[in-house]
């Protein structure tokens, strides 16, 4: 053989050998795509639903605070020992574990600070002073903190105005009406040797009927902050969920991944402390901060199926080459053995064929091979048989796009559309109708390919049914209540906001109801919290039938309830709803078999836009009303009204 022969022979088979092995690789990299895709949309569902319940843990302890607010706002001057004994009749426990306490701090000038060291020494605390000592145009001194420990009351009298950390969240929260939380501190208000890290939130307090509409009038109406200190490790232990994450989370104040950031780390031992490269990040924004969320991804299992697919594609491919490039060789090499080899060659063929043909019909995908001109249906596998149920000789010969599996026709365009604009298709999400007439949800991609000499294109479809249940479902929970069903104060929030949007678009008016159920703890302790869950679930139903399709009902906590009407003429339609409500809930309930419970409810009724501009300013005032059906001896529905001014220097104290 001639020298330049043997070249041109070796040149011919390597480039077989190339073309084999990158058709190898395109398979190979096909499937570890879409086990990728598998894995981190599995990777992304875990973490929106751990950080949801992060922000709903905020949420829940923000209307801890609330309450505290309402009731240095309600009118009334609040003694140490009411306070004391409104916060343990808070019964905070488990559901707000890691909140050290809540306490009151007020806006006091340098003019008033004698006064107050003086009524503080005169109530026991004898050795009581601010710190750090010193002349202040403004003074925010801790006056209480609840529940009171020994250790805590070293806390009393630092002046939270003359740490910058603290003093950012007090004018955070000033400014803007709402919570706010410090960033990351080792020592939250010095509160004890066992806190490490953690913050303090902050919710401002305002004088009594005072405008708050613009960040001029909360400044000069500002009364104090309720003041929570939280340790993070004790926070995040409480919530729900976070032992099932093996890789670990790990929680940073702000968007910067270091050690100086961060907050939290369930597996401090195991992970390291910046940023892996496998890291799933989500970026939350809680009471005027931004937190950053990271979860370290696992690693795919060796032997799951996605794996194992993807290796065997990769063995069998590899050993496919090797054989078609030898096979160039020989032929090439060797002219004499050209009928041997030709034989030979139709015998490898015949087996490669079957072997794809084995690969073809035994894929679980369903796949479909049409010609590229026409888009006529040339086969199908068993996969889009069992997926779909239509059979072969119901599709053959008939174009793609007329058959009747596409559910959206808008589907149907684009799938045509990305063929003809770049001929392939990967990973379309689309919704399909099976022969019986089921709706599924399949991931969609096609590539150019080459059938008994007819240009084609092969389509794959990978039934995502379950997977897009079940993100559909962790979408459900996140906006429910678990309970009842009702929508959650996530959800609630974000209706209640596009209803005001509505109401001032069309110059209408919408009616906020604050529901408190009466007597519903003797209900818990004497017949147990079973019955009390079946009790919540008969109130969710009886006030769900008493309102229209239109309003919302939705649970916030315990056994408070919240009804949105999104339309009402005036405030006699609200009441008139409320009244139904009451009516409903004072029916007898048989909670079980031959036990009747009776109670009653207590409602606020507050009207936008005469009782608030803005869902802030509603829901307190309705939250008042409420309380103030409450006071008045309960099983009443009361129309928000405002109260007399007091004085504010009492009040502040």
Not at 169 to 191: F, Q, V, W, Y
Not at 268 to 287: C, F, I, M, N, R
Not at 491 to 499: H, M, N, Y
Request: a negative charge.
């Amino acid at each position: 053989m001639r020298p330049d022969n043997w070249l041109h022979h070796l040149g011919g088979a390597l480039l077989v050998l190339v073309l084999s092995l990158g058709t190898t690789w395109w398979l190979w990299q096909f499937e570890t795509r879409n086990a990728e895709i598998d894995q981190r949309a599995r990777m992304d569902a875990s973490v929106q639903a751990f950080a949801n319940r992060v922000e709903q843990r905020m949420r829940a302890q923000e209307q801890v605070l609330r309450g505290v607010q309402g009731l240095f706002s309600a009118g009334a001057p609040v003694g140490r020992e009411a306070f004391a004994r409104y916060v343990d009749a808070l019964q905070l426990g488990a559901d707000m574990a890691g909140m050290v306490g809540l306490g009151w701090a007020p806006l006091l000038n340098a003019a008033q600070m004698p006064e107050l060291e003086a009524m503080m020494r005169s109530q026991g605390y004898l050795n009581y002073e601010t710190t750090p000592p010193g002349s202040r145009p403004q003074y925010a001194p801790l006056v209480q903190l609840e529940p009171s420990v020994e250790p805590d009351k070293r806390m009393l009298g630092q002046d939270l105005m003359a740490n910058a950390d603290y003093r950012a969240a007090l004018e955070r929260a000033r400014d803007s009406g709402a919570s706010a939380i410090t960033a990351k501190l080792t020592r939250p208000l010095e509160g004890g040797a066992g806190a490490r890290v953690g913050f303090v939130m902050f919710l401002p307090v305002y004088h009594l009927g005072a405008p708050t509409a613009t960040v001029e009038e909360r400044r000069a109406n500002l009364l104090g902050w309720v003041v929570a200190p939280c340790r993070m490790d004790a926070w995040m232990a409480g919530l729900p969920g976070l032992g099932t994450h093996a890789g670990g989370v790990r929680i940073f104040d702000g968007v910067e991944l270091s050690n100086q950031s961060l907050l939290f780390d369930s597996t401090p031992t195991h992970l390291p402390k910046v940023q892996g490269s496998a890291d799933t990040l989500e970026y939350l924004q809680v009471a005027g901060r931004t937190w950053t969320l990271a979860m370290a991804e696992q690693a795919d299992v060796p032997d799951s199926p996605a794996h194992n697919k993807a290796q065997m594609i990769a063995r069998n491919g590899m050993f496919l080459s090797g054989v078609l490039a030898l096979l160039a060789w020989v032929l090439l090499s060797d002219r004499a053995r050209t009928v041997i080899m030709a034989t030979q060659m139709t015998t490898e063929l015949r087996e490669t064929k079957e072997h794809f043909e084995l690969i073809f019909d035994s894929s679980p995908d369903g796949m479909v091979i049409t010609q590229q001109a026409d888009g006529l249906v040339v086969d199908i596998n068993k996969g889009f048989t069992a997926m779909t149920g239509y059979e072969r000789g119901d599709v053959v010969s008939i174009s793609i796009g007329a058959l009747p599996i596409w559910k959206s026709a808008d589907d149907r365009r684009r799938y045509r559309k990305e063929l003809a604009e770049h001929q392939f298709c990967e990973n379309l999400e689309v919704a399909l109708v099976t022969k019986t007439g089921n709706t599924i949800v399949g991931i969609l991609s096609a590539q150019p390919a080459t059938f008994k000499g007819v240009a084609c294109f092969v389509g794959v479809v990978r039934d995502i049914t379950g997977r897009k249940a079940i993100e559909d479902r962790m979408a459900h929970m996140a906006q429910h209540d678990t309970l009842t069903g009702l929508p959650n104060r996530a959800l609630f929030d974000d209706r209640l906001k596009q209803a005001i949007v509505q109401a001032n678009r069309n110059r209408g008016r919408l009616a906020l109801l604050y529901v408190d159920l009466d007597h519903f703890k003797p209900v818990n302790d004497t017949l147990g919290h079973a019955v009390g869950d079946v009790l919540l679930k008969a109130v969710a139903q009886r006030m769900h039938d008493s309102v229209r399709a239109s309003d919302t009902v939705a649970r916030i906590g315990g056994d408070e309830f919240v009804v949105l009407l999104p339309t009402v003429h005036d405030g006699s339609d609200a009441l008139a709803v409320a009244e139904k409500i009451r009516h409903a809930l004072n029916q007898s309930f048989e909670v079980v078999a031959g036990k009747m419970v009776h109670i009653s409810s207590s409602t606020g009724v507050a009207i936008y836009p005469d009782h608030g501009k803005d869902e802030i300013a509603l829901s307190k005032n309705a939250d008042m009303a409420m309380y103030r059906s409450k006071q008045q001896g309960r099983n009443q529905v009361v129309l928000f009204a405002p109260l007399a001014p007091v004085d504010p220097a009492a009040a502040a104290i």
